[in-house]
């Protein structure tokens, strides 16, 4: 895995949840910690964008051998993390992963399928999917929704000659606009535990009832 990277998004400030998601704790585990360990199990090129709280956060990750990359302009979404962080990744790397630090059901051995699909496919985009959840089908709003559409996200995977469009991202929305741009290049993956995040009070109960305090 000499040639491959992953970045972790968590430069964010948590707003609906109310306090910092990256301190959230599973068996007396910050998700910083955690996250960053699932991916140093990876790889050793483990890069960590933070942002909001950033002097709180780094000491967390002291004893780990991850680079920390600072966001400056982490208000301004998503897309920026993933910008500064591609703008540091060493020549030699060939292809990133890139994860959000709140995505607490993964670890190595489901995100395996979605890395040998790259290994196997290395010109491509290779993508955590699922199908839409119907209780999300029931209360879409948008008359230009169907059904039958997967959702598509991070993790995802993207080959260098990606690394350059990245670098220019800006807005919310991370890559998905890029993927959607080259989605004839895009392969999916299922990887229903990728769409279980931590965005709200709610998200942390159904945490708990996982990992009890």
Request: contains cysteine; proline residues 6%.
């Amino acid at each position: 895995m000499d040639n491959f990277a992953v970045i972790i998004l968590a430069a964010g400030k948590s707003s609906r949840l109310g306090h910092p998601k990256q301190l959230v704790e599973i068996n007396g585990e910050s998700l910083l910690v955690r996250q960053c360990k699932v991916a140093l199990s990876i790889t050793k090129h483990v890069y960590c964008v933070l942002g909001y709280e950033a002097n709180l956060l780094k000491p967390l990750l002291i004893s780990l051998p991850v680079t920390l990359v600072a966001n400056p302009l982490w208000q301004q979404g998503m897309s920026s993390s993933i910008s500064v962080a591609i703008k540091c990744l060493p020549e030699a790397i060939k292809h990133v992963m890139i994860v959000l630090v709140d995505q607490w059901q993964i670890n190595k051995s489901i995100l395996t399928p979605l890395i040998n699909t790259s290994f196997d496919n290395k010109c491509n985009i290779v993508t955590s999917s699922c199908s839409r959840n119907k209780n999300i089908e029931a209360n879409h709003k948008s008359q230009s929704y169907r059904p039958s559409e997967q959702r598509i996200g991070p993790p995802s995977i993207f080959p260098k000659k990606y690394f350059s469009e990245l670098s220019l991202l800006s807005g919310e929305k991370g890559a998905k606009a890029l993927m959607m741009k080259q989605i004839d290049q895009v392969i999916k993956v299922n990887l229903p535990e990728a769409f279980i995040d931590l965005d709200t009070t709610n998200d942390l109960s159904k945490l708990r009832d996982v990992y009890p305090e």
